[in-house]
C-alpha cells in the first residue's frame, strides 16, 4: 500500500539531488555566457515545459532501448539498462525537471550585481570561492524555489514515467501511476488514499516555498 | 611609479569614441580623475583594475607589468594587487562587517589587522551587523577598509561618496585624507565634485571624449589662480536671472548681483568666485 508512496518519494529526492549537481553549474553557465549558442541552450533545456510528457518519453525509450545506439552500448559495455528500471527513470525526471532548477538559480544569478563579482575577484579571490562563499549564499531563495519546484515537479510525474518505467511495483510504480492503476481497476478508496496524500503533500510544499521566500525577501539584501 | 598607455574603444553617449590615455602616476600621489559622464574615467579605472581589456596597451606597476597587450600579458584581477572601492559598495549581504573584512584578508594574513581597520572608521561596534542595516556613510567606509586589507599598490576609488548626503561625504572625505596621510598609498579616484578633488587630490588628470585634455594640480587645471589676500571659492549654479545669480558652493548657498559678466551662466555651470569681485549673502 505504502510502497508506491515511498518509491515517489525517494525518486524526488534523487532526482533533486542530481538536479542540484547538474542544474546549478548549468545555470552558472548560462547566466554568465555572452554566446550566440545561448538562446538554442535555453529552449532546449525549457522544452519539458512546453513539450507533453510523452514526447520525451517516447525519445528517452528510444535512446535507452537495448536495440538502440546508446541503450546497446549502455547494455553491452556496463551492462546496464535504463528501460523499466529505477536508474532510467531517475534520468529521465532530471531531464524533465531540468528546467525548474535551471530557470530560478539562472534568474537570481543574473539578478545579483554584478559589483559583487568583481568585488570579490578584486580582492584576490577565485572564480570558484567568488562562486561558493559570494554568489550562492546570496541567492539562497532562488536556490530553495529551485529545489523545492523540482521535488514537487517530481512527485507529480505520469507521463513520462509511465513510458520509461511502466508499472513494475516496488521498481517503477510511483503514487500518479498506481493511482491510474486502482482506478481502472475500480478501487476508488485506494486511489482516493493515493491522490489525496499527493494533494496535501504538493499543496503544503508549495506553501512552504511561498512562506520561506516571503521571510527571506524581507530580511533580504540591499548592498 | 604607475605607468599607464592604453587603447580602447567606447561606446558613448555620442557615438563611437576612442579612449586613448597615456600617463604616469607618481607613488604615493592622490590624483582625480574629472570630466563629463561618458568620458571613459570609470572605464579607466576598470582596465587598471583588470576588470576590463584594453585593445591595446601596457600597464606597468612598480616594474611589474600588469598588462602588455603585445607580449600577450594580462594579469587577472586576482593577480593586481589593487584596492576598489564601487560606487555601489559592493559589500556582500550575506556577511556582517567583520566577515567582509576577513573574507577580504589573505590566506594565513594577521586578524588583528581587521580590528585596527575597524577601530580606524570607528566602527567596532557594528562588527557583527549585516550591511544592509548600516547607513550609506557606514557601508561607504567599510568597503574603503574592505579594500585596504589587503595593503594594495593602489586604490582605485569610483565615485565613492557620490550617493552619500553632504555630512556623510565631508566626514568621509575628511578619513580618505587621514587614510593617505597615513598609508600614503597611491590613489586614483573618480569625481565629479570640484570642491572634493580640491579637498583630496594633488593632481588631477582631465578627460574628455576618451582625451586627457589636461593633468596638473587642481588650481592650474580648474584654471584659478588664488589671490593674494583673496579667497576663491568653486560651486554650482543653481539659479540665475538678470538680477541675481545663486551659487551653491562648500554645501553654502550664495547669492551674487548679476553683473555683464554672468550673463552667459546658465544652471548647472561650474563656477570660480573670486573674494574681489564679489559681495556675498550667506543663505544658509
Known sequence: MYQPLWLTLKLALVTTLCLLLVGIPVAAGLARSRSKLKPFLEAIISLPLVLPPSVLGFYLLLAFSPQNGLGKMLDSVFNIRLVFSFAGLVISSVIYSLPFMVHPVQGGLEALPVSLREASQTLGKSNWQTFIKILLPNIKPALLTGIILTFAHTLGEFGLVLMIGGNIPGVTKVASIAIYDEVESLNFSTAHIYAAILLVVSFGILLTVYLINKRLNKSRITT | ?284
Open chain 2, 1 to 284: 611609479m604607475i605607468r599607464i598607455s592604453i587603447q580602447k574603444k567606447l561606446h558613448m553617449a555620442g557615438g563611437n569614441g576612442v579612449l586613448n590615455v597615456d600617463t604616469e602616476l607618481a607613488d604615493h600621489s592622490f590624483t582625480a580623475l574629472y570630466g563629463p559622464s561618458g568620458a571613459g574615467k570609470t572605464t579607466l579605472l576598470r582596465i587598471i583594475a583588470g576588470l576590463l581589456q584594453p585593445e591595446q596597451g601596457i600597464i606597468e606597476v612598480n616594474g611589474q607589468t600588469w598588462l602588455n597587450t603585445a607580449k600577450k600579458i594580462n594579469l587577472p584581477p586576482q593577480k593586481r594587487n589593487i584596492g576598489f572601492v564601487f560606487q555601489d559598495y559592493a559589500l556582500f549581504p550575506n556577511m556582517t562587517v567583520e566577515e567582509n573584512l576577513l573574507y577580504a584578508l589573505p590566506k594565513g594574513g594577521d586578524k588583528n589587522k581587521v580590528q585596527l581597520l575597524l577601530e580606524m572608521i570607528g566602527l567596532q561596534n557594528l562588527a557583527h551587523q549585516k550591511p544592509a542595516l548600516l547607513s550609506g556613510g557606514q557601508k561607504q567606509r567599510v568597503a574603503l577598509v574592505r579594500a585596504l586589507v589587503r595593503n594594495p599598490e593602489i586604490l582605485l576609488l569610483d565615485e565613492p561618496l557620490s550617493a552619500l548626503d553632504n555630512d556623510a561625504r565631508n566626514s568621509l572625505q575628511n578619513e580618505l585624507q587621514t587614510i593617505h596621510q597615513q598609508l600614503k598609498l597611491t590613489t586614483l579616484l573618480v569625481s565629479h565634485h570640484i570642491p572634493e578633488i580640491y579637498k583630496l587630490a594633488n593632481k588631477v588628470i582631465k578627460i574628455d571624449q576618451g582625451e586627457i585634455k589636461q593633468k596638473g594640480t587642481p588650481t592650474n587645471v580648474f584654471g584659478l589662480h588664488q589671490q593674494a589676500n583673496g579667497l576663491t571659492l568653486i560651486g554650482e549654479v543653481l539659479y540665475a536671472d538678470s538680477n541675481r545669480i545663486e551659487i551653491l558652493t562648500e554645501g553654502n548657498i550664495i547669492q551674487i548681483p548679476a553683473s555683464p559678466q554672468t550673463r552667459s551662466l546658465s544652471v548647472g555651470d561650474k563656477v570660480s568666485i573670486h573674494a574681489a569681485d564679489l559681495s556675498l549673502q550667506k543663505l544658509s
